[in-house]
Nanobody, 118 residues
Framework: QVRLVESGGDLVQPGGSLRLSCTAS????????MSWYRQVPGKGRELAAT????????NYADSVKGRFTISRDNAKNTMYLQMNSLRPEDTAVYYC???????????WGQGTQVTVSS
């Protein structure tokens, strides 16, 4: 059974930091690129960051570049998103997403809420 479980969401003040985690099971973790998406009510999901299966390449949305860092620990089947200098506009539900161009399979986590507010 495939599972993606996010954790680490919280209420944080502007300028603060959070680290999100996504732990995967039920598939070959290293064969999947991993991404973080985020979504606010009434809008579609926005891609925030992506990392390749080996962890050798990353990409970021302009809105988070320089503030967020995506990483993965393949020995632990876990992906991370380190978020620094948080802004109120970063408030969203953050989703973990696994995708394989080879198998064309993809999986979503259930999401974790991040709220940036004073």
């Amino acid at each position: 059974q495939v599972r993606l479980v996010e954790s680490g969401g919280d209420l944080v003040q502007p300028g603060g930091s959070l680290r999100l985690s996504c732990t995967a099971s039920g598939f070959t973790f290293t064969s999947y690129a991993m991404s973080w998406y985020r979504q606010v009510p009434g809008k579609g999901r926005e891609l925030a960051a992506t990392i390749t299966g080996a962890g050798t390449s990353t990409n970021y949305a302009d809105s988070v570049k320089g503030r967020f860092t995506i990483s993965r620990d393949n020995a632990k089947n876990t992906m991370y998103l380190q978020m620094n200098s948080l802004r109120p506009e970063d408030t969203a539900v953050y989703y973990c997403y696994a995708h394989s161009d080879y198998s064309r399979r993809s999986y979503w986590g259930q999401g974790t809420q991040v709220t940036v507010s004073s």
